[in-house]
């Protein structure tokens, strides 16, 4: 995918969508589903963290410098629905990478990760492997998918470019479900396709924490075209499921 073809300006909007991811309020709103069980740090483990954030180096974690917010399904529990917080390391102008958590501030729990690729690469895939992936189409559209705290029209171009990706997600710890550890194995998940399917109340939650209107964001998104979805995505649409059996766990039902 080329960024130029996408917008003629998101070049430069790209390092304003860094600077700012670096300075913008946007954080520290949103509180963890869960409380890990344990004791608080002792002394000595608040000082490793003081002498490893002083001289250890983290280039992966700095490379982190876009933040999503949208949400997700369980493949196969189109009911069972959360909001996930994506911080995203941009690969090159075809592979995003993002680690995904259950709320914005530090003590925010890992809850899987997510990986997204250009529409050219999705359509390079075998078939089975694309049954795994989901369209960005309808989340870029709808205004689900955010990117709170940059300008707006750095984010209008950015969602340019996404609503011509595709991404494949899985969860390791499903803190919507209440669960105080990473139990059970990990969960394959989808994104929306359409109106209706997000519940509405989660999606208003949501828009009043960060203090933005999803329905204006997707009237001011009226002018992206939307790509058709790539023959393969979406493939629970079709009736093909693809879920790892949890034997440790009920049904993901609340």
């Known amino acids: ?5 996408l917008h003629p300006a998101l070049p430069s909007l790209c390092l304003a969508i860094c600077v700012a991811s ?3 309020c946007a954080g520290n709103d949103s509180a963890s589903n869960v409380v890990a069980p344990g004791d608080a740090k002792s002394p ?3 000082a490793l963290d003081t002498g490893a954030a002083l001289l250890q180096s983290r280039p992966p974690i700095d490379a982190l410098n876009a933040y999503l917010d949208g949400f997700h ?3 196969g529990h189109p009911d069972v629905q959360m909001e996930a917080h994506h911080y995203c390391a941009i690969l090159n102008e075809e592979v995003i990478q993002c680690v995904i958590y ?3 501030r530090k003590d925010a729990k890992l809850m899987g990760v997510e990986y ?3 529409e050219q690469l999705f359509n390079s895939l075998p078939a089975p492997e694309k049954a795994l992936w989901h369209s960005h189409v309808h989340e870029v559209k709808s205004g689900q998918l955010v990117a709170p705290g940059i300008p707006e029209v750095a984010e209008h171009a950015l969602m340019e470019k996404l609503v011509h ?7 390791t710890w499903h803190t919507d479900l209440h669960k105080r550890l990473p139990l059970g194995v990990p969960q394959l998940m989808m994104g929306f396709t359409a109106d209706g399917q997000a519940d509405p109340k989660m999606v208003a939650e949501r828009d009043q924490r960060l203090s933005i209107d999803s329905t204006e964001k997707k009237r001011s998104r009226a002018d992206i075209a939307p790509p058709a979805v790539a023959p393969g995505a979406d493939a629970w649409r079709q009736g093909t499921i693809i879920q790892i059996d949890d034997p440790t766990a009920t049904p993901h039902t609340h």
């Not at 995918?1 to 073809?5: A, D, G, L, P």
């Open 116 to 118: 997204i690729i250009s």
């Open 165 to 171: 990706t595709y991404g494949k997600t899985w969860h």
């Open 73 to 75: 399904f369980y493949n």
């Open 22 to 24: 670096l300075t913008a």
């Open 1 to 5: 995918m080329n960024i130029h073809r």
């Open 44 to 46: 000595g483990t608040r």
């Open 102 to 104: 259950d709320g914005n």
